[in-house]
């Protein structure tokens, strides 16, 4: 008995030790597409040229997310700028010196649930990773 019980704490633990690597990786490259993303949105929409980051803009990030594997309905976007008017208009552009925030979101979709072999508690399902940039518009109109 004390050696079934053995093999079956051991293959757990083995099966988390072989695994544990691969879904920390993919966490990894999706933590770091989303902050990539955002960066690149507010580097375009605070430019001179835009002062904001429309609704196309953000349908054509979904769309490059998309390549990486992830899906694109399930990514979130919050758009804000410091004086409170939305930043996502293109008539109105956020003039220079207004701060634009972006926070963009994705669901850890069961990344974690191998975590659960060792009595590891995972993520809620309602829980998201978060990537975050705020960056001055340099709109002039």
């Known amino acids: 008995m004390k050696q079934i019980l053995i093999f079956v704490l051991f293959a757990a633990l083995l099966c988390w030790l072989m695994f544990s690597p ?6 990894i490259v999706r933590q770091a ?33 998309a390549r990486f594997g992830m899906r694109p309905d399930e990514i979130e976007f919050e758009l804000t700028a410091a004086n409170g ?15 634009i925030s972006l926070t963009m979101s994705y669901p850890y979709e069961n990344l974690f649930e191998i975590d ?26």
């Open 22 to 27: 691969i879904y920390k990786h993919v966490l």
């Open 33 to 65: 597409v989303l902050q990539q993303e955002v960066d690149y949105l507010l580097e375009v929409g605070a430019s001179g040229s835009y002062g904001y980051i429309s609704g196309e803009m953000q349908e054509q990030s979904r769309q490059r997310m």
């Open 85 to 99: 008017l939305a930043a996502s208009d293109p008539s109105a552009p956020i003039l220079r010196g207004t701060g």
């Open 116 to 141: 659960r072999l060792i009595g590891l508690t995972p993520p809620l399902p309602n829980e998201r990773m978060r990537a975050f940039g705020m960056k001055m518009s340099e709109y002039v109109p």
